[in-house]
């Protein structure tokens, strides 16, 4: 099973809104990443947990708050958002961080109105 | 930190026809290249890897060869089919850290 889910997969929330997407694996992957990726580009790390720790904040926003509860979900919470942060938001998991497969969920596609 | 290029943006061959990407990457301590692809609407998918200590390495119809001194990397397709049409990208992990993506190669192919 190589399978990590993520819900919802569609969400449109207002500026003023808070929200949450939420990740789930149960490979015993022991890192877990918040990838961001627009329309015909790549996606763009913005987060990594090792061990569920915060390993890794590529210089995202605030109004951008990871949790990591446990081993296997992983939470991006959402706050006053602005409509240029519409994008598809991917979860991905890997047995650890150091060059291990990654595997990547659905995704949640995001449009801020 | 390590930067990705990738060539081409697009692709287009017939049915049949063999496909190559390249990428190439700054970063000599890098040490493990996936590739994935991607579907529209769909999370990229884990399609083959390679890493620093192989040279090249295959699964059916697709293969990916790894030159080391040259810093570049290449995903090769044969006997291709409709069902391989998506966005195909390459990436590069320095130990101990997260993957860094190409920006991607549009393959489209024609029956």
């Known amino acids: 099973d190589t399978e990590v889910t993520q819900t919802p997969k569609h969400l449109v929330m207002g500026m003023t809104n808070k929200k949450s997407l939420k990740c789930e694996q149960h490979m015993g992957h022991r890192a877990m990443y918040w990838y961001k990726q627009k329309a015909k580009k790549p996606p763009e790390l913005m987060f990594v947990?090792?061990?569920?720790?915060?390993?890794i904040n590529e210089s995202v926003p605030s109004r951008f708050s990871p949790e990591c509860p446990n081993s296997s979900l992983l939470n991006l919470h959402l706050h006053a958002l602005q409509p240029e942060d519409s994008a598809l938001y991917l979860c991905?998991?890997?047995?650890?961080?150091?060059?291990?497969?990654?595997?990547f969920g659905q995704g949640t596609r995001l449009t801020v109105v | 930190g390590e930067n990705v290029e990738q060539h081409p943006s697009t692709l287009s061959v017939q049915e049949g026809d063999s496909a190559v990407i390249k990428c190439t990457y700054s970063?000599?301590?890098?040490?493990?290249f996936p590739w994935y692809k991607q579907e529209l609407g769909k999370g990229p998918q884990l399609i083959i890897d390679?890493?620093?200590?192989?040279g090249e390495k295959k699964d059916q119809r697709i293969a990916v060869t790894l030159n080391k001194t040259a810093k570049h990397f290449s995903l090769h397709i044969t006997e291709t089919q409709p069902e391989d049409s998506a966005v195909y990208f390459c990436a590069a992990s320095v130990g101990g850290t997260a993957l860094i993506f190409g920006k991607g190669t549009t393959l489209s192919v024609s029956s």
């Open positions: 970063d000599s301590a890098s040490n493990y």
């Open positions: 947990y090792s061990y569920e720790k915060l390993s």
């Open positions: 991905a998991s890997s047995q650890e961080t150091r060059g291990t497969e990654a595997f």
């Open positions: 390679i890493r620093s200590n192989v």
